[in-house]
């Protein structure tokens, strides 16, 4: 964990929130983090897009790209390839369908790295995974701002960075207990579950 980025630091630009919530995933949490929050402050974007640029650098990845699903990975998915000085494109939901937005497109053998805000089951970042390996690219990494997976490498076997890892309670709605004793849901996630 960085000095730049912590959960402390999430909780005080309001970026991690406590109520009940059902994320994007469809899972219900009394925990919700929006990055955007955070990552409005541009100087605080910037930090967290080059700790994540380090990690990948010193993996070795070297990738000739960075893509990132819209909307959640698209400002530090720019801020990452804005560091490591790499094209940035972005893949977005466009009839039910993951694909590269109009006009992006990735090229045969290219070295791509998926970035991500926050992972929580990592649909998103699958997705974007395939839309980019049907393009011929190959993946040779992902990483996200935070991973709250509750796996340390939810991508095995690609290299996996995250800046942040939480543990917090997950349940599908059936068994969530905030439902239970009849606590309003808040749905602030940008992606239907349905």
């Known amino acids: 964990m960085s000095a730049v980025f ?6 005080d630009c309001g970026a991690h929130k406590r109520g009940h919530f059902q994320l994007s995933s469809g899972l219900h949490s009394p925990d919700y983090l929006q990055c955007a929050l955070f990552l409005s ?4 974007a910037e930090a967290a897009g080059r700790l994540l640029a380090t ?14 699903p819209a909307l959640g990975g698209l400002i530090i998915g720019h801020e990452v390839a804005r560091a ?15 694909t590269l937005r109009r006009g992006f497109a990735v090229h045969q053998g290219e070295r791509a790295v998926v970035v991500e805000d926050v992972v929580t089951t990592g649909i998103s970042s699958r997705e974007t ?16 701002i935070v991973n709250r997976s509750g ?23 059936e068994e969530c207990p905030l439902c239970r ?8 996630g ?5």
């Open 6 to 11: 912590s959960l402390d630091r999430l909780t």
């Open 41 to 44: 402050d541009p100087g605080r």
């Open 55 to 68: 990690a990948i650098r010193g993996a070795g990845e070297a990738p000739d790209v960075v893509v990132a």
């Open 84 to 98: 490591l000085d790499r094209p940035f494109l972005f893949t977005e939901r466009s009839h039910g369908a993951m």
């Open 129 to 144: 995974l395939t839309v980019v390996e049907a393009g011929g690219a190959q993946v040779v990494g992902v990483a996200s």
């Open 151 to 173: 796996r340390s490498n939810p991508f095995d076997p690609l290299l996996f960075h995250t800046l942040l890892e939480v543990s917090f309670p997950t349940w599908v709605a």
């Open 181 to 188: 004793q009849g606590v309003p849901v808040d749905k602030p």
């Open 190 to 194: 940008s992606r239907s579950s349905a």
